[in-house]
């Protein structure tokens, strides 16, 4: 039943190690979000795809990639991980109805040692 | 840009009784939608109730309800008959029709205790 898996659970990466974080959804939606997510905080959206297209948020640290290689899978790449980046990413669908809800996955927890 | 302002960083509610989580938004947008989500300990963040603003009836759904004041721009989450599920932290969203994809802006939450 689960629509948008995010693999894995939890994360532990060592300070600059290159770390990827992925997320699959099998809702077919045209539409993919990651956010990070900092103890009990808002999500803040870092960018989404909107099928091929990328649209970065303009706060998004350089430190920060994405890629969408097919409709079902999106990762996140972080470069060189900082304790500062140590948080939930949450990964998320939606469909092109603009009245349709965000559908989340249950995030990966990151660790930064 | 649009804002969201979650005034209540805890509340906390009896077993069986009701509560009221308040949000409040900023826009110069005539049509939006609005979301309550909520996030379990651990848990994926799920929709719990949406509102569409051309729609002045308040939307309910089971022991959910919303109280949306479109000129106040308030849209405030009542939660009747609480129970211990209902713990979790609860996020308002507004999500734009004009921008590209759609993207949802959150407040901050609010964290929802239930007493036994």
């Known amino acids: 039943d689960a629509m948008v898996i995010q693999n894995p659970r939890y994360q532990v990466t060592q300070f600059g190690k290159p770390v990827t974080l992925s997320c699959s959804q099998t809702?077919?939606?045209?539409?993919m979000y990651w956010y990070q997510q900092k103890s009990s905080q808002a999500p803040k959206l870092l960018f989404h795809?909107?099928?091929?297209?990328?649209?970065n948020e303009a706060d998004t640290p350089d430190n920060f990639q994405s890629r969408r290689p097919n409709t079902s899978f999106c990762f996140l790449d972080i470069r060189s991980p900082g304790l500062g980046d140590a948080a939930m990413y949450l990964c998320?669908?939606?469909?092109?109805?603009?009245?349709?809800?965000?559908?989340f996955g249950q995030g990966t927890r990151l660790t930064v040692v | 840009a649009q804002t969201v302002t979650q005034s209540q960083p805890e509340m906390s509610v009896q077993e069986a009784e009701t509560v009221t989580l308040s949000c409040t938004y900023d826009?110069?947008?005539?049509?939006?939608?609005l979301f309550w989500y909520k996030q379990p300990p651990s848990r994926q963040m799920i929709l719990v109730i949406r509102?569409?603003?051309?729609?002045?009836q308040n939307a309910t759904e089971n022991r959910f309800s919303v109280n949306f004041q479109k000129a106040a721009k308030s849209f405030s989450l009542k939660i009747s008959d609480s129970q211990l599920g209902d713990a979790a932290m609860y996020f308002c969203?507004?999500?734009?029709?004009?921008?590209?994809?759609?993207?949802?802006?959150f407040g901050d939450g609010t964290t929802l205790t239930v007493k036994p």
């Open positions: 826009t110069s947008e005539s049509d939006y939608y």
């Open positions: 509102q569409e603003a051309y729609k002045q």
């Open positions: 795809y909107y099928d091929k297209d990328f649209n």
């Open positions: 969203a507004y999500r734009s029709t004009f921008t590209n994809a759609g993207k949802s802006t």
């Open positions: 809702l077919n939606h045209n539409v």
């Open positions: 998320a669908t939606s469909g092109l109805t603009l009245n349709t809800e965000a559908f």
